[in-house]
């Protein structure tokens, strides 16, 4: 991997700490008041949008256009359908609630930077 390369995982990783803190926050608060799968699902929205932003702007360098925008909301669908099928299973295997995200962060995150990378370079 050249230095740019290098840089632009650095900035992703900025990037994707801040939206997993973000939807690990929203998940915590509201895990209790509307179960697992809602409150993962809110999670996800609130820095999905935070994420798409800081994504294009700061990681990748690249202008937000349909295409990006619909590449990227294509790989977090994917992401996200990954995500709760992790949550549960972490669940399923006796992890509690609260520390389920963690391994499931653990899964999903490296499956996301190659789909977020794949659709958000410049096309060739």
Not at 32 to 58: E, K, P, Q, W
Request: proline share 5%; net charge positive; hydrophobic share 55%.
């Amino acid at each position: 991997m050249d230095s740019g390369g290098l840089r632009e995982a650095f900035r992703f990783v900025l990037v994707g700490l801040a939206a997993t803190a973000i939807q690990y926050a929203v998940y915590l608060l509201l895990m209790r008041v509307c179960g697992i799968s809602a409150a993962l699902t809110i999670g996800y929205i609130v820095s999905l949008v935070f994420n798409f932003l800081m994504t294009t702007y700061f990681t990748f360098g690249v202008r937000p256009t349909r295409r990006k925008a619909g590449g990227f909301v294509f790989a977090h669908l994917v992401n996200y359908v990954l995500q709760l099928v992790c949550l549960h299973f972490f669940v399923w295997t006796g992890i509690p609630k609260g520390l389920a995200p963690i391994p499931m962060y653990a899964v999903c995150v490296p499956v996301n930077f190659f789909l977020v990378r794949y659709f958000m370079r410049p096309a060739a």
